[in-house]
């Protein structure tokens, strides 16, 4: 339960935190809120010989509209999230989703940046991230990019990000007045990591349902965007049948492995009890 040993370091400006992590290579990690690293750490899962804590950089925090376009810093905590007004009116699924992270300590320091750059299939933020279609702005010594949250994840713990890069914030495109949202998340105890979980984003006109999002958590490798589950939903007023078979096209795609959880077939079940959950809450929602 005790940490390898490793150097501290504590930039005070992006460039300065992206040269350390070039040059001291693939012994040096970021720290964020270290409520995944600093765990994995101490079980020796992970040893990295220098640790470049993310905290002294002024800039990675807050959350701001830019147009239509919400941008929120790497280090702005799951807590300052919830805090926060614009995300309470433009982005309500995200409030949902960080309320069914674990519990206030942890959400008080694990970053929202974390979250989606830890490649944890069962961290939950990344499945509304796809939903939402978000991307993520990062930066190496190459200059900045942006990467869309439904290409960021290669399998678990493996992302896009290129050697030397971090994530600076997570840029959403602002949902449609009145959308439909929900995250529906089945876990065993508060603090839990899903069993599987489901985000859904939808709007309605005239009753029917014009655009629909579905992602899944921790029934496989990586989140999935449940793109021919959401494609069953258009045109419909998501009746029973419509809801039902986006549900069975969710479940088809879900790999879960068996485990603490359940087994895998219970966990893709879940999946798809999850999934039918989040699109007819969400479709009580939208206006
Ligand atoms: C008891 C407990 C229960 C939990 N339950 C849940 C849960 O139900 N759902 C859930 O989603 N999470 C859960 N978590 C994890 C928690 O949400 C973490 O805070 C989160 O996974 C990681 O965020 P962090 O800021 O703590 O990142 P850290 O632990 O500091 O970093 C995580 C990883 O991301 C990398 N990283 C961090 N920031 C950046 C960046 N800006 N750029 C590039 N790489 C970066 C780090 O190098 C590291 O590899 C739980 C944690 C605990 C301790």
């Not at 009116?89 to 409030?95: A, F, V, W």
């Not at 320091?109 to 299939?121: E, L, Q, S, W, Y």
Request: net charge neutral; aromatic share 4%; charged share 20%.
């Amino acid at each position: 339960m005790i940490p390898g040993p490793f150097s501290y370091h504590r930039p005070a400006t992006v460039a300065d935190a992206v040269k350390l992590l070039s040059t001291l290579g693939d012994e040096a990690r970021p720290l964020a809120g270290g409520h995944s690293l600093v765990p994995m750490m101490k079980l020796r899962l992970a040893s990295p010989e220098h640790l470049v804590d993310l905290h002294g950089i002024a800039g990675l925090k807050g959350i701001r509209r830019d147009g239509n376009t919400i941008v929120i810093g790497a280090m702005t905590t799951q807590h300052e999230l919830l805090a926060s007004d614009e995300i309470g009116l433009s982005l309500p699924i995200l409030d949902e989703t960080a309320l069914l992270i674990a519990d206030p300590q942890v959400r008080y320091r694990g970053t929202i940046g974390g979250n989606v750059a830890n490649g944890d299939p069962g961290n939950d933020m990344p499945a509304a991230m796809m939903a939402l279609n978000a991307s993520y702005r990062v930066e190496g010594e190459a200059g900045e990019r942006d990467i869309p949250a439904r290409d960021f994840y290669q399998g678990a713990y493996a992302t896009s990000l290129g050697k030397g890069e971090i994530l600076t914030s997570i840029r959403i495109p602002a949902p449609a007045d009145g959308h439909g949202y929900a995250y529906e998340k089945q876990k065993r105890k508060i603090g839990d990591y899903a069993t599987a979980a489901a985000a859904v984003v939808l709007t309605l006109s005239g009753g029917k349902c014009n655009s629909a999002a579905i992602a899944l958590t921790n029934v496989a490798d990586t989140p999935l965007l449940a793109t021919e589950a959401a494609v069953a939903l258009i045109c419909t007023s998501l009746d029973d049948t419509a809801i039902a078979e986006a549900a069975r096209r969710a479940q088809a795609i879900a790999k879960p492995t068996s485990d603490g959880r359940g087994p895998a077939d219970f966990r893709a079940h879940v999946a798809g009890v999850m999934v039918k959950r989040a699109i007819a809450r969400a479709g009580e929602r939208a206006a």
